[in-house]
């Protein structure tokens, strides 16, 4: 047998006689007692690089690309010319949708008022939203290149368009460390499958401990957190005596991150038996609290509330999945109205209540998703994908509110003023924590990465 296999033998070794750690481990941590797996939780950058003016993040991602000429960029050209082939203009513009001479322009038949003090241009669909208005910065001129759901759910989520890159909520748990001994840092929840799967919110090549955490709404909002009935009886003391020893025998040999992760986890998992189903727990919340939200993708955002008021960094919330998302290749005004519907009262009474609990200034909400549609039918009633130019809406955190930011062309297809690229929004985001963007890296196969990639620029025009 080789060192090698040795090392790997005893590791599994370790793994086997440490099964039922889970509570003790956290235990020898809650008591003071060193620890290795701790350094699996330590920042890679120990302070901010400037004064973060946000603090926590949560992010409301819209699956499957809500339509920006229905929600937030209305088109009166569209009524114009509704029904007509695009103008000659518009036919060599390089789009990877179908050829736009085989298509016709189809307006919006959606209205649209001017709301707040501020007047942005909000759908009449969207009647809760309407009431933040002033609230609000829509970005009307994002894009990026990536034409499919499942490449661009990965390049909006890990700056890349494919698997293996570390997602957002990684990067700032990397960056920042944790605000919470008690919870995950960067929590996710989805009621429906994810076309790209659970990895598209993974650490990538960061350590295992900067993953997202799912969590569930019910009793077990993490599966199997509660340690089986036997592995809670037993002398406590002396459970608690041989696994410091085995942790520290361990440590000293050798430095595994994968298994201080596993160690830290199990850290975790303990100190959560009784703070994660208290955070979820939205019967402490009073009856006018919940009404204000809704069911469904309202009592999600409640949770969200609920986790950045007990410390947690990152909330992502996926709405749609299967056939229930915004990817209307057909009858997309029925389509994008019922999933309006769904999430606009939850995003409202999300705005509202941190505003009224003073977190707002200090909790950044984005709302958006891997891409936008075209202006154009998709066979007689849809409209396809389109990530040439679409709309995202920022609040709280360091943003402006009651702004409209940049701009798409008369009809809709392109991001032509002041054109915000997915890079740029990264780097935005990543700056209102403190955050500079080319510096937060990490080395992994003989190079340093970062969520940007080598692109991206702070929009400081959106900023307060």
């Known amino acids: ?38 350094a699996a939780e330590r920042p890679a950058v120990a302070m901010p690089h400037h004064p973060p003016r946000a603090k926590s993040i949560i992010y409301l991602f819209m699956h499957g690309g809500p339509s920006q000429v229905d929600t937030f960029d209305p088109k009166p050209s569209l009524m114009r010319y509704d029904g007509t082939p695009p103008p000659e203009a518009f036919h060599n513009l390089n789009l990877q949708f179908t050829d736009v ?9 959606q209205t649209f008022s001017r709301c707040g003090e501020s007047g942005l241009a909000i759908c009449d669909s969207l009647p809760y939203l309407q009431r933040c ?35 957002l909520g990684s990067w700032l748990q990397y960056g920042l460390g944790s605000l919470t001994r008690d919870l995950p840092s960067f929590v996710v929840m989805h009621a429906k499958p994810l076309k790209p799967g659970p990895g598209v919110w993974g650490n990538g090549f960061l350590p295992a401990a900067f993953q997202g955490t799912r ?27 041989y696994f410091r020893s085995l942790n520290g025998e361990h440590a000293r040999d050798r430095h595994d991150t994968e298994l201080d992760a596993r160690i830290a986890s199990y850290e975790l998992a303990f100190r959560m038996q ?31 509330r609920r986790l950045v008021e007990r410390g947690v960094r990152c909330v992502q919330i996926y709405h749609g999945g299967g056939p229930d998302d915004w990817d209307s290749h057909h009858d997309n005004h ?7 519907q769904e999430v606009d009262q939850g995003t409202a009474a999300l705005l509202q209540d941190l505003k009224v609990r003073g977190l707002l200034d200090e909790t950044l909400v984005v709302w958006g998703g891997e891409f936008g549609r075209t202006p154009t039918t998709e066979g007689s009633n849809g409209r396809d994908h389109s990530p040439y130019g679409f709309s995202m809406c920022l609040a709280g955190g360091g943003v402006k509110g009651g702004l409209t930011y940049g701009g798409t062309d008369e009809l809709g297809f392109r991001a032509t003023e002041q054109p915000v690229h997915l890079h740029d929004l990264n780097a935005t985001l990543l700056h209102l924590f403190g955050l500079d963007h080319e510096r937060l890296t990490t080395r992994h196969t003989g190079r340093d990465f970062r969520l940007t990639d080598v692109f991206g620029h702070v929009v400081r025009d959106i900023l307060t």
């Open 274 to 304: 009784s703070a994660a189903p208290e955070a979820v727990d939205l019967a402490q919340e009073t009856q006018t609290t919940r009404a204000a939200y809704g069911g469904g993708f309202g009592e999600q955002c409640l949770i969200a």
């Open 101 to 109: 001479r085989k298509q016709k322009l189809m307006a919006s038949r």
């Open 133 to 167: 208005a002033d609230d609000l910065c829509i970005v009307r001129s994002l894009h990026h290149e990536v034409f499919n759901h499942t490449p661009a759910i990965w390049l909006m989520n890990t700056g890349h368009d494919v698997p293996g890159r570390p997602s």
């Open 215 to 241: 969590l569930s709404q019910g009793a077990t909002p993490i599966p199997y957190l509660t340690p089986p009935e036997l592995l809670q009886r037993g002398d406590a003391a002396k459970q608690l005596a």
């Open 1 to 38: 047998m080789s060192i090698d296999d040795r090392s790997l033998a005893s590791r599994r070794e370790w793994l086997r006689s440490s099964a039922g750690a889970v509570g003790m481990l956290a235990l020898a941590e809650l008591l003071g007692e060193a620890n290795p797996a701790r």
């Open 334 to 340: 029925n389509m994008q109205t019922r999933r309006m």
